[in-house]
């Protein structure tokens, strides 16, 4: 339903900043929630960040709450991951991900990867330290 391609990612020393792009396409782009998920070697995919269709909610995790915020264009089509500060811990590859959620703008988001229905290719982001 949503097609998704990631960008932005590359390798960058500790404590600089990064911001990964998330272009959508489809029918139901607009009308979707997005997030960010992450998976560092021998570890996990773990949730990051999610927003709604209209940008007016956000949930982030407690690891990166206060270093990154996420954010959407709608006339681009596009959502956005502005990571500061960013830590070794941060070194992973980061996937954008969405659901269908219709007009409804309300909370809370999902932060668990069962919940997202389409999903991009990832970028991997490296921090050095």
């Known amino acids: 339903q949503v097609q998704l391609v990631e960008s932005g990612g590359g390798l960058v020393q500790a404590g600089e900043s990064l911001r990964l792009s998330c272009a959508a396409s489809?029918?139901?782009?607009?009308?979707?929630?997005m997030g960010w998920f992450r998976q560092a070697p021998g570890k996990e995919r773990e949730f990051v960040s999610a927003?709604?269709?209209?940008?007016?909610?956000?949930k982030y995790a407690d690891s990166v709450k206060g270093r990154f915020t996420i954010s959407r264009d709608n006339a681009k089509n596009t959502v956005y991951l502005q990571m500061n500060s960013l830590k070794s811990e941060d070194t992973a590859v980061y996937y954008c991900?969405?659901?269908?959620?219709?007009?409804?703008?309300?909370?809370?988001?999902?932060?668990?990867?069962?919940?997202?229905?389409?999903w991009g290719q990832g970028t991997q982001v490296t921090v050095s330290s």
């Open positions: 927003i709604s269709w209209s940008g007016g909610i956000t």
């Open positions: 991900a969405a659901y269908y959620t219709g007009w409804a703008d309300t909370g809370p988001l999902c932060g668990e990867s069962t919940c997202y229905r389409d």
């Open positions: 489809g029918r139901t782009a607009i009308k979707s929630a």
